[in-house]
Nanobody, 125 residues
Framework: VQLQASGGGLVQAGGSLRLSCAASGGTFSKLIMGWFRQAPGKERERVAAIAWKGISTYYPDSVKGRFTISRDNAKNTVYLQMNSLKPEDTAVYYC???????????????????WGQGTLVTVSS
């Protein structure tokens, strides 16, 4: 499975961005998808995950209510809508895909099999 993330850029605090991640080479509808971010000097953090049909989602408290993950299985694409962005959201954002089960992914944030290249999001104050 290959993943191609896009949509990063520079935005002012309070603004919005939508990231996209296009998948190829696998059965997208059978993959759990996630978004991660890593800021300079910090550990990688999972910011969203979505189950196969998009009914179940996960967000950490740091982004809950501001970020929304969605997927279009017909287009093999997962999205991350980011609203009310803060300077602390500045990071390289990565999409990832997992063959695992949802119940496992919820408690094991690193059980992802495929990773895309990152896209940089910079939020200015």
């Amino acid at each position: 499975v290959q993943l191609q993330a896009s949509g990063g850029g520079l935005v002012q605090a309070g603004g919005s961005l939508r990231l996209s991640c296009a998948a190829s080479g696998g059965t997208f509808s059978k993959l759990i998808m996630g978004w991660f971010r890593q800021a300079p000097g910090k550990e990688r953090e999972r910011v969203a995950a979505i189950a196969w049909k998009g009914i179940s989602t996960y967000y950490p408290d740091s982004v809950k209510g501001r970020f929304t993950i969605s997927r279009d299985n017909a287009k093999n694409t997962v999205y991350l809508q980011m609203n009310s962005l803060k300077p602390e959201d500045t990071a390289v954002y990565y999409c990832a895909a997992s063959n695992s089960r949802w119940t496992i992914i919820l408690t094991n944030s690193e059980y992802y099999d495929y990773w895309g290249q990152g896209t940089l999001v910079t939020v200015s104050s």
